[in-house]
């Protein structure tokens, strides 16, 4: 499975700095609906839907650069924030500087997003019909900090630790 570490906050992206407004097509090409990044109920900054998303939708791709899994583990070490997905044994994507809605998506344990890995792009799905002004949210699997951080999404089966 791929990895996925916590990617709510950037010290350098700003809220609403990737948003567009409902009924206009204002979209970066990785968001396939409009998004807008905010203040979070779950940690730092969210990605929250401007739109209606229907269940089973692609929503947009993560995008970042290409790395190996080995700089990507040395990128990891000692941040505090780390927007990094390995999409192979070999391979990573390091969204820190990207500036795509995507990857302030927060954990979830009951998330309406899943993450797949396909062809080396990490994409989002809707697993539900989503809501306008809903936060979007995955599950993160198996991250970096393995069960060392505490997961605050506050669903009903919460597991508790990333």
Same mark, same amino acid.
């Given at each position: ?10 010290? $350098?992206?700003?809220?609403?700095? &990737?948003?567009?407004?409902? #009924? ?6 990785a968001e396939?609906f409009?998004?807008r990044?905010g203040?979070?109920?779950?940690d730092?900054?969210g ?7 229907? &269940? ?5 791709e993560?995008?970042?650069?290409s ?6 583990r040395?990128?990891?070490? #000692?941040?505090?924030?780390?927007h990094?997905?390995? &999409?192979?044994e070999?391979?990573? &994507? ?9 990857? $302030? ?14 062809? #080396? ?5 809707a ?5 306008? #002004? ?9 991250s970096?900090h ?10 009903? $089966?919460?597991?508790g630790r990333?």
């Amino acid at each position: 499975m791929p990895r996925l570490s916590p990617i709510p906050c950037a010290l $350098n992206v700003k809220p609403d700095a &990737v948003s567009a407004t409902p #009924g206009k097509r204002d979209l970066q090409p990785a968001e396939r609906f409009a998004l807008r990044v905010g203040d979070s109920a779950i940690d730092g900054l969210g990605v929250f839907a401007l739109e209606a998303i229907p &269940v089973r939708r692609k929503i947009g791709e993560l995008r970042g650069e290409s790395i190996s899994v080995r700089e990507a583990r040395r990128r990891a070490k #000692g941040r505090a924030r780390i927007h990094i997905v390995e &999409v192979s044994e070999t391979r990573a &994507v390091d969204a820190t500087e990207s500036t795509t809605a995507l990857r $302030n998506i927060n954990h979830c344990c009951a998330p309406n997003a899943v993450l797949r890995i396909s062809q #080396g792009r990490v994409e989002f799905y809707a697993l539900r019909d989503i809501e306008p #002004g809903e936060e979007l949210t995955c599950h993160y699997g198996e991250s970096h900090h393995e069960g060392r951080l505490s997961c605050r999404c506050g669903a009903a $089966n919460c597991s508790g630790r990333l």
